[in-house]
């Protein structure tokens, strides 16, 4: 089975302090994707990752960076923590497509991050 | 960039097939319908894709029209466990997932 695994269910941090969400996958995958989910909106992609030390820009990636130093390893960066950042983050993992073959994306559980 | 459209809520009593509707009328030729189930305050779990025939797995069938503008997922015994938001993408071949707001769907005991 997939496991991909968020380092905190919830967090609180304070405006303008700098906020890590890690997230960890256990199997291999080259693909890693951060969303947010917020009331009525879907999920949105931030960013995501093809592999080690890339990334890419999503939908909506201002005010935030990551880092992907490992392939089992990404992480979501908030610089400076801001009210509107106020969402449920999450996670996932995919491998890479094989030719025409869909790639299924496996979800973390979460993190519900309030910024005050 | 919304290309699906499902009901926003549906209820179906426990033991009872749930058929869940999503119309995806633009549809193209290399696009794969996909399924994906949030149950609350969880990360949402892979159901079933599919890009023209009908398929099924442990958890599921997914049925696509002829003129693959619509599907229906089938859960063909509802348990309460059931009880969760149902999101239907329809996705390009190797591009990111577009998730609209779903339809929740409640299993009533």
């Known amino acids: 089975d997939v496991k991909v695994t968020q380092s905190s269910r919830y967090l609180v941090k304070r405006t303008g302090e700098k906020v890590f969400l890690e997230c960890v996958q256990d199997m291999d995958h080259e693909n890693m994707f951060w969303y947010r989910q917020d009331p009525g909106l879907g999920l949105r992609l931030i960013y995501f990752s093809y592999d080690v030390k890339m990334k890419e820009k999503g939908d909506i990636p201002e005010g935030y960076s990551v880092s992907r130093e490992k392939k089992e390893r990404f992480s979501l960066i908030l610089e400076s923590a801001s009210t509107n950042q106020t969402s449920m983050y999450l996670c996932?993992?995919?491998?890479?497509?094989?030719?025409?073959?869909?790639?299924?994306?496996?979800f973390g559980p979460g993190t519900r991050l309030l910024v005050l | 960039d919304a290309k699906t459209t499902q009901p926003p809520s549906m209820d179906c009593a426990e033991g009872r097939a749930a058929n869940l509707p999503c119309n995806h009328s633009t549809i193209s030729g290399n696009e794969y319908v996909y399924w994906y189930r949030q149950i609350h305050s969880q990360g949402p779990q892979y159901i079933i894709h599919?890009?023209?025939n009908n398929e099924t797995n442990e958890m599921a069938s997914l049925i696509i029209t002829e003129d693959r503008k619509s599907s229906t997922l089938i859960l063909p015994h509802a348990t309460l466990r059931d009880t969760a938001v149902y999101y239907c993408?329809?996705?390009?071949?190797?591009?990111?997932?577009?998730f609209g707001t779903g339809t929740s769907l409640t299993v009533i005991p």
């Open positions: 996932a993992s995919s491998p890479p497509r094989v030719g025409a073959q869909q790639e299924t994306q496996y």
């Open positions: 599919g890009l023209k």
């Open positions: 993408i329809v996705r390009p071949l190797g591009n990111q997932f577009y």
